[in-house]
């Protein structure tokens, strides 16, 4: 395996319109960095011209020390798994498997010991014989798997490998996935949209929008100090994002005050203040409090997210599923004013 390394790509889609704006990013050896952002935010093309499937107007690919920004896809050490992945219905599970090694000039002998490998640690070897229409979605979707691991290539390149399957089967591959990887020391570029796969697998999030990179980072570093508000919005779908205003070292929303733990505060009179639901107490604290009603509760993951109407502002709070709670009850909030984000009203960045 080895760095990849992504240097001020570009390219023009047409006019003054750009499909990708100097992109610059490393996944280093052995890492497995997510690529995500919304849709048509250049993450598919992106891989396409790391794989050599197109090229970009201007920027390089590194593969360890060599530019490979001009080598066909043929030449570079990558292997790339796409959202739809095609299987030969006519060819055993085998053959799929072995078919991209026989157009590198990998021979017979030097297939079985690769391909029994990966089979192992896909749980495939009994299906090897078998045609993909005889096969399972999850062992069809393995196969694929282990057609892009098998001669475990320099960089793996894959574009929402798990889209379309049902969230037990998701998880299941998902984690055996991760694992795999891991133990060969796999350099990845994984995209994707579904923040379920993000935070399980990145050791690294790079995250694109209409072309260009927002941010980069480890999962954690992100969701505690994003660069803006897209980037708070995308990695927290429930992130709740108030209209407020500077009050010396405190901001004022929905007619009280919060208290702010920012030593520096920007110079700008009116800020968009940001907080995730899990930094949002309920009937606990003190100071800083809204008064709501409970409109809603519903369970995500472990926790249950309440919808609160505070005045003509609706907040999602986080709270434990044993916590007590039925529709139109008064509650008290307490936002944690070390966790809250300010942004600018208007630009989004983040100013504190």
């Known amino acids: ?19 990708m704006k100097h992109v610059s990013f490393t996944v280093p050896h052995g890492s497995f960095v997510v690529l995500t952002g919304p849709a048509a935010s250049g993450k598919t093309a992106l891989l396409r011209m790391t794989a050599g499937l197109e090229q970009p107007d201007n920027g390089d690919f590194f593969i360890g020390d060599q530019c490979v920004t001009d080598l066909p896809a043929l030449g570079r050490d990558v292997s790339m798994l796409s959202q739809n992945e095609t299987l030969f219905t006519h060819l055993t599970a085998y053959h799929n498997i072995t078919i991209g090694m026989l157009t590198r000039g990998i021979g017979e002998e030097e297939q079985r010991p690769l391909v029994a490998e990966i089979a ?3 749980g495939i070897e009994d299906i090897l014989e078998q045609r993909p229409t005889d096969l399972s979605r999850m062992q069809r979707k393995r196969l694929t798997l282990a057609r892009a691991l098998v001669r475990n290539p320099g960089v793996l390149l894959l574009d929402e490998p798990f889209a379309g399957l049902d969230p037990v089967t998701r998880r299941l591959l998902r984690a055996e996935f991760r694992e795999i990887c891991r133990k060969r020391n796999a350099t990845v570029l994984f995209a994707t949209r579904d923040f379920e796969d993000i935070l399980p697998m990145a050791d690294q999030i790079v995250v694109m929008r209409d072309g260009a990179v927002e941010q980069v980072g480890a999962p954690r570093a992100l969701i505690d100090n994003p660069n803006n508000r897209f980037v708070a919005g995308f990695l927290e779908k429930h992130m709740n994002f108030l209209d407020g205003k500077l009050d010396g070292r405190a901001v004022a929303v929905c007619g009280t005050v919060i208290p702010l733990d920012q030593t520096v505060l920007p110079s700008t009179a009116k800020v968009t203040l940001g907080i995730r639901p899990d930094s949002i107490l309920v009937n606990s604290g003190s100071g800083g409090e809204l008064a709501g009603h409970v409109r809603m509760g519903e369970l995500v993951g472990k926790m249950v997210h309440l919808h609160i109407d505070c005045g003509d502002v609706r907040l999602i709070a986080a709270v434990p599923p044993d916590f007590s709670y039925k529709a139109e009850q008064r509650v008290t909030l307490h936002l944690q004013p070390h966790h809250v984000h300010l942004f600018h009203p208007k630009s989004g960045e983040l100013l504190a």
């Open 1 to 19: 395996m080895a760095t990849l390394r992504i240097q001020d790509v570009t390219k023009h889609a047409f006019e003054n319109k750009y499909a």
């Open 120 to 122: 192992r640690l896909l």
